[in-house]
């Protein structure tokens, strides 16, 4: 058995990622219209209706302003903690909340922990998947990282991360300074590098794959980030790496017993 990851797309336009497990589809995050995840989950077959939950990090607009449309739309619920609730203006009847570090389970075979970082004005969460016995993170939208968070995420066998911008582009671009402090600062984002450090405390010979998220349109390119994060790790992993585009769904990531199997099922399929 094993559980899959698709990001239905990444970026300041929107994010959202579909985990399905035997028992569950989960969203976590909903930054889209209604009708573009309705087309995006439409690509992969599925309908909104099927989706158990949607479980939302913050309340920025590109990652939780479709959870209410969600709710009013297909009745789904969703779950959140108590600032992104509020921020959000959720209906009360379809939500559920959660608390830093606590582990929400999911139908029978998925769980999911809420692991908080550091972003500017909103109460953060990075989530850490367990799938019998398998974990995965996602984890977007730091300026930094904890200590914390690298306890949880080491070991885990897909890691999607942001890698938000390259400082270089970022430092030399048109954004006014202000701008450029508060994607840089503790509450921004990641830039490359920083995400290269970051998976160079967390990645293990357990990790099997690696999606670059949420790139900056302006300040990023994916070639740039890719190369930039494998200097870090070129010792420690040697599994998949790929960069999340805004346009998903994309290539969908296994975790599980069964996961190398599948994965060669897909690359059969692709040929
Ligand atoms: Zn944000
Ligand atoms: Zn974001």
Known sequence: ???????????????????????????IDQGFSGTQLEKRLGLLGISPQEIDCIVISHHHGDHGGGARIAQKKW??????????????????????????????KIGTDLSLLAVPVPHAGADNVAFVISHLGERAAIITDLGSWTDELVQ?????????????????????????????ERISGRGGHLSNDQTGEFLSLVCTEKTRSITLTH???????????????????????????HVSSQDGPEITHFIGSDALEKKQTLAELNR
């Open 152 to 180: 949880h995420v080491r070991g885990c066998q897909h890691i999607s991360v942001e890698a938000n911008y390259d400082a270089k582009r970022l430092m030399s671009g048109p954004y006014p300074y202000s701008l450029k």
């Open 215 to 241: 790139l900056s349109e302006r300040n990023n390119q994916p070639h740039l980030a890719e190369s930039t994060v494998l200097y870090y790790i070129d010792e420690v992993f040697e599994g998949d790496i």
């Open 75 to 104: 009745d789904i619920p969703v779950i959140a903690n108590e600032r992104t609730v509020q921020e959000l203006d959720l209906d009360p009847m379809k939500t559920q909340y959660f608390e830093a570090l606590d582990i929400m």
């Open 1 to 27: 058995m094993s559980l899959s990851i698709t990001h239905l797309g990444t970026g300041s336009r929107g994010n959202s990622t579909l985990l399905e497990s035997k028992d569950a589809k989960v969203l």
